[in-house]
């Protein structure tokens, strides 16, 4: 027999929907932990990193994104969003407030912005021999900013009106 299930709500496919496209692309660009010359044993920590970053940063441009003046329609698709990725990284084995996650993204983002170097050296750093090699830190940080960039770019685009 055959039991009908709800359909999901709107934002909640929303939210599926940014997440799948936004924080869990793999498409690193240029930005991979070979042309980084992190060490190979630490390509799969990195890129769990990346993600948990893309993830984060997502966050954060759907919270900017949801204010409540400039995108009121927006707020449930956040709550949805907080959803999906809780449950994502439960998933991976991940047990994380929501709140304080997106309270330590939020600050990571205010760095970022801030001191895109500083930022990225200290990120690169545990892939590091010496945490004050500057090489392709500048590339990396730039690559970063414009992908919060993208993301907030993206959702503001194409958010419901």
Not at 16 to 33: F, H, K, M, Q, W
Not at 60 to 70: E, F, P, R, Y
Not at 137 to 144: G, S, T
Request: glycine fraction near 2%; hydrophobic fraction near 45%; charged fraction near 30%.
């Amino acid at each position: 027999m055959v039991w009908f299930s709800k359909k999901p709500s709107w934002e909640t496919v929303y939210a599926e929907r940014i997440y799948e496209s936004l924080a869990a692309s793999d498409d690193l660009g240029d930005i991979t932990p070979e042309k980084l010359r992190v060490p190979t044993a630490a390509y799969q920590q990195y890129r769990d990193k990346a993600l948990l970053q893309r993830e984060a940063m997502c966050l954060i441009a759907l919270m900017v994104s949801a204010d409540k003046d400039k995108a009121p329609n927006l707020l449930p698709v956040l709550r949805e969003f907080g959803r999906v990725l809780e449950a994502k990284l439960t998933a991976r084995g991940l047990q994380v407030d929501i709140d304080k996650l997106a309270d330590s993204a939020a600050a990571d983002v205010a760095e970022m912005t801030a001191d895109p170097f500083a930022w990225a050296q200290r990120w690169l750093a545990e892939f590091r021999n010496d945490p004050n090699d500057n090489y392709m830190v500048a590339l990396f940080a730039d690559h970063c900013l414009k992908q919060y960039s993208a993301f907030k770019h993206a959702i503001e685009t194409t958010r419901p009106k």
